[in-house]
Structure formats: structure tokens, C-alpha cells
């Protein structure tokens, strides 16, 4: 699938869809993700760690 990059500050933002999100059974508004470059590959893998921004 490919996706385009958004303009985010000074950064750039990939947006991932919902069933990416399900399949990896990420919540955007409480989980992490951790990412990796291995050659010219960006891998996202869900990190263990938690948003720690969340008002409870």
C-alpha cells in the first residue's frame, strides 16, 4: 500500500488507516509505537511502553 507523507512542524507524518491500526492491535490514544530502519526499510512495530500523557 503505498501512502503519502504530510507536512507536521518540522517533520513529516505518515497517517496509518484504521485496519493497519486493528491488525496490530495498536490504540492510537494509549499505545507507542517503536520504529526501526534496517537498509531501506521503516519497520513499526508497537512498543510495550505507554503514553504516559493520558489524563485519567
Known sequence: MDRKLMRNG???AISIN???L???Q???ETDLIRYTVEGDKLIITKSPNKRKDIKE
Open 18 to 20: 484504521k485496519t493497519i
Open 10 to 12: 518540522n517533520g513529516w
Open 26 to 28: 495498536l490504540n492510537p
Open 22 to 24: 486493528e491488525l496490530l
